[in-house]
């Protein structure tokens, strides 16, 4: 019986992370602002499913999370907003201004919550053993519906992609359980801003959590 909430399940057992292909994404400090190296990223030792929860938004653009593998450069979406945040009616609402803080657990700046803009907020993704993958976020413009920019949680100049290095920011680890109000690790995404004044570094235009717990599932006799 599947008894997680919020989790990262392992296809037999309880996963352990590669010491050269470690999670950067997951395990990187708030402090840290130097990207990964350009060949790594999310790794794992085995076949590992991964469950990812949006928590919240605060972004005048409407945005799509998701992973990308970093060897065949195939990309998945897996959490989308249908709208740019949840009070969204017309183009008439975008014209309001940004605190330009970080606003997570208010009601503040364009909130985006789960079941509202984010009808499926919930998603797992089964990362594929020894296997490099990057996070990504694709933010279009609610105005003209157009991508504006695809951002990435590390560096994908061998995809020729270049780099956004200051794109995330994490707190916590994969395994962490819950911790306060967060389970597993937290990403932070900043969007870049609004058009006017421009990039801002709230980094709550997108927030997802991933993991919280590491559930052991005994493999069954072969006969």
């Given amino acids: 019986m599947e008894k997680l909430r919020m989790g990262a399940i392992r296809l037999a057992a309880i996963a352990s992370l590669s010491a050269t292909g470690v999670l950067f994404a997951f395990s990187m400090p708030v402090k840290a602002q130097n990207p990964p190296p350009a060949n790594q990223g ?4 085995e076949e590992t499913v991964v469950e990812f929860e949006f928590r ?9 999370f998701g992973i990308v593998n970093l060897n065949t450069g195939e990309a998945t979406d897996l959490i989308a907003e249908t709208k740019p945040f949840d009070d969204f009616n017309d183009v008439s609402d975008l014209d309001r201004v940004s605190s330009g803080r970080n606003d997570t657990g208010t009601q503040m700046d364009f909130l985006g919550t789960p079941g509202n803009s984010v009808p499926q907020p919930v998603r797992r993704f089964t990362f594929q053993a020894n296997t490099a993958y990057a996070f990504y976020l ?8 157009r991508l504006r920019t695809t951002l990435y949680s590390t560096r994908l100049e061998q995809m020729g992609n270049g780099s956004t290095p200051g794109s995330t920011r994490t707190v916590g680890g994969l395994s962490d359980g819950v911790v306060g109000d967060r389970k597993g690790v937290r990403i932070n995404w900043d969007d870049t801003g609004l058009p006017r004044p421009g990039k801002d570094n709230d980094f709550d235009d997108f927030i997802v959590e991933a993991g919280g717990y590491l559930v052991t599932f005994s493999c069954p006799r072969i006969r």
Avoid at 42 to 45: C, G, L, P, Q, Y
Avoid at 56 to 64: F, L
């Fill in 138 to 145: 694709k933010v279009i413009d609610p105005r003209s519906g």
């Fill in 42 to 45: 999310v790794r794992f030792d």
């Fill in 56 to 64: 919240e938004s605060h972004g005048y653009y409407q945005s799509t």
